[in-house]
């Protein structure tokens, strides 16, 4: 099947990693929480789907648009 990034809609730093491989989520589940600009951004799921790959640590810095997982 098609596989779709998720990914960071800002700069920022990775503060907690919510969803492992593996993992079934729907459109709208956070699997990401970034903090960006002070604030904790959640990144979620952009369709229903399992989790593949999740391609960032927790303290890592990620750049905008990078991608932070992907969704089988």
């Known amino acids: 099947g098609d596989i779709t990034a998720v990914q960071a809609q800002m700069p920022g730093l990775v503060l907690k990693i919510l969803a492992k491989p593996g993992d079934k989520v729907q459109s709208g589940t956070a699997i990401i929480v ?11 799921a952009p369709r229903d789907g399992t989790v593949k790959e999740i391609l960032v640590t927790e303290g890592e810095h990620v750049a905008n648009h990078q991608d932070l ?4």
Do not use: D, H, N
Request: no cysteine; aromatic share 0%.
């Open 34 to 44: 970034l903090e960006a600009m002070k604030m904790e951004v959640t990144v979620a």
């Open 69 to 72: 997982a992907t969704i089988a």
